[in-house]
C-alpha cells in the first residue's frame, strides 16, 4: 500500500451498505481500510471485493489457529480481494509462516486494550523477533508509547501499524511520532457526523507527523 496520509480506517461496522458509503466518503483521506469480523460475519466475504475496488484491503482475521488452518483463511482473505492479512503470532512461527505464503502478514506483536497486560505484553518482544522475518510487519498499540517505540527498535525497516488512536484514547500523530507508519481509526471515524471531515483532519494529522519524522531522519 502506497503511504500518503500514514492512516487505515478500520472499518467495524455492521452493515454491507454503510461499510460502502463510510468507504466512499473517506477513500482519498486513508491509504487502506482494515476489516474484521464485525463486518464480514454481518455482511459476508464478498464485501472485500468491493471495498478493495476503492482501498487496499487489510484482512484482520487475527489468524491464531494450526497451519493447515491460518493457511485455508489466508486463501480465502486472498480469493475474496484482501492485499494483507493480520495474524497473531502466539501460536508460532510456522502458523504465521502459513499465512505469509499466501499473503503479505501483519503480525500482532502487542494490543492497544488494557487486558493485553495480562499475556501478551510480557512476550510481544519474543513474538516480533520470532516473526518478524516472515512478516510485512506488525501490529502495535497507540495506547502505549513504551511498548511501540521498544518494538520499533526491534522491528527495523518493517512496517508498524498502530490501532488505539481516536475512541481508545490516543491522539492522532502520537503513534508515528514514537516510530508507527501507520495510524489505525475506527469509532473517530465512522463514528462521526461526517465521516469524510474526521479522516480529512485526522489524516492531516497523521501525515504532519510522518513529515516531521521525515525531517528528523
Ligand atoms: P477504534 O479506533 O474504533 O478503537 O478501532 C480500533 C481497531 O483496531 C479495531 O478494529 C480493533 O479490532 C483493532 N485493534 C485494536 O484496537 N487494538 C489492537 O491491539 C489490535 C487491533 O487490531
Given amino acids: 500500500m ?4 500514514g492512516l487505515i480506517l478500520a472499518l467495524d461496522v455492521e452493515s454491507g451498505e ?3 458509503e463510510v468507504c466512499a466518503q473517506v477513500a482519498e483521506h486513508v491509504d487502506a481500510v482494515k476489516v474484521g469480523y464485525p463486518l464480514v460475519l ?11 475496488e476503492q482501498l487496499p484491503v487489510i484482512a484482520d482475521f487475527k489468524v491464531a489457529d494450526v497451519p493447515h488452518v491460518c493457511a485455508a483463511i489466508a486463501r480465502i482473505a486472498r480469493d475474496a480481494g484482501a492485499s494483507y492479512i493480520i495474524a497473531h503470532g502466539f501460536t508460532g512461527y510456522e502458523s504465521v509462516r502459513a499465512c505469509a505464503e499466501v499473503l503479505p502478514v501483519f503480525v500482532v506483536a502487542d494490543m492497544s486494550h488494557a487486558g493485553a497486560e495480562e499475556f501478551i505484553t510480557p512476550v510481544s518482544d519474543s513474538i516480533a ?9 506488525i501490529v502495535a498499540p ?10 520499533r527498535g526491534i522491528a527495523g525497516e518493517k512496517v508498524i501499524i498502530s490501532p488505539g488512536v481516536g475512541a481508545q484514547g490516543a ?8 516510530g508507527a507508519d501507520y495510524e489505525i481509526v475506527g469509532r473517530a471515524i465512522y463514528c462521526a457526523a461526517e465521516p469524510g471531515e474526521a479522516a480529512a483532519r485526522i489524516a492531516e494529522l497523521t501525515a504532519a507527523a510522518l513529515a516531521e519524522r521525515g525531517r528528523e531522519a
Avoid at 502506497?2 to 496520509?5: A, K, V
Avoid at 454481518?42 to 478493495?52: D, F, K, N, V
Avoid at 497507540?142 to 518494538?151: C, D, G, K, N
Fill in 129 to 137: 523477533r520470532r516473526c518478524l522475518s516472515i512478516a510485512t510487519g
Fill in 18 to 20: 454503510r461499510a460502502l
Fill in 2 to 5: 502506497e503511504r500518503r496520509h
Fill in 42 to 52: 454481518s455482511s459476508g466475504i464478498s464485501l472485500i471485493r468491493r471495498l478493495a
Fill in 171 to 178: 491522539e492522532p500523530g502520537s503513534a508515528i511520532r514514537a
Fill in 142 to 151: 497507540a495506547t502505549r508509547l513504551e511498548s511501540l517505540r521498544r518494538l
